[in-house]
């Protein structure tokens, strides 16, 4: 009678294990820092708002770094995971002779994202109009001040001695700065630009992302370490931002606007449609995560411009495409839907 207690109570403990592991598994949590927010970042939220991180079984705990020193500091400490900064700042920690680098391995946006926005638009824009008059930019060594200072170079135009500077103001701060009256023209990421339109402070007259060209602007990164020890994580979640990208690539900017409103609840619609809009316009959002060489030389071109880069650091000192081509070689369009 013993016996066949305790065989009847082995076959309910192997029961009991089996029925475990056909359970869903406990999913990865993975703490990501990005260095603001902003519908610059669509594709991101996207991913966690059509559950694409979930459908891979990663927990995704986001959270905002402003600043890319400090998200930059944040992913050295271990505080975070993985960053969305800057391509610009693995170049820097590779110059200090880091001995875990950074490595780039998932490009999110493909230009920069900042708008020349003036206080009054007269008439047709040249950029010859800046001469003789305030721009408010953005803070220096930043990728939206190195590609302005690129543009306006391109443009004929001599920073130091053609316009008054102003670099000096947080990257929070500087709206608030052109709100107040200060600087004839500002450089602005959306949806500020469109906000600012929207209240009739002027109107945006031209793009520096356009100007500057494509490039690796917004990319995904992590120390050696971490992808070394964690590679099936990051790959997990680069596909996640492939299809991300291919969702935002296939709809509409209404829909794309509705997917990512929870992440910006204190903005209007309307407002987020109109940015959301300006992007896809000029092809803003990356289609897949892998980084080009083209772009990584155009990128090195903008930080070497901008008197930032104390050498042409290779793109596979720093880059690993491996989870992004693979991704992209097996996510097909159909699902991202």
Known sequence: MKNKILALMIVILCFSVLAGCGGESAAVKVKVGEVTRSVFYAPEYVALSQNFFKDEGLEVELQTIPGGDKTMTALLSGAIDVALVGSET??????????DPVINFAQLTQRDGTFLFARKAEGEFSWDQLKGATFLGQRKGGMPQMAGAFTLQNKGIDAGKDLTLIQNIDFANIAGAFASGTGDYVQLFEPQASIFESEGRGSVV?????????????????KKSYINKNSDTVQKFTNAIQRAQLWVKEHSPEEIADAVLPYFDKTDRNIVISAIKRYKEQDTYAVNPVIDDKEWNNLLDVIENAGELQERVPAGKIVDNSFAEKAEASIKSGAAK
């Open 206 to 222: 031209a793009s520096f992302g356009v100007e500057s060209g494509y490039l690796p602007y917004t990319v995904f990164m992590s």
């Open 90 to 99: 693995s170049i820097y920690v590779y110059q200090q002779g880091a001995d």
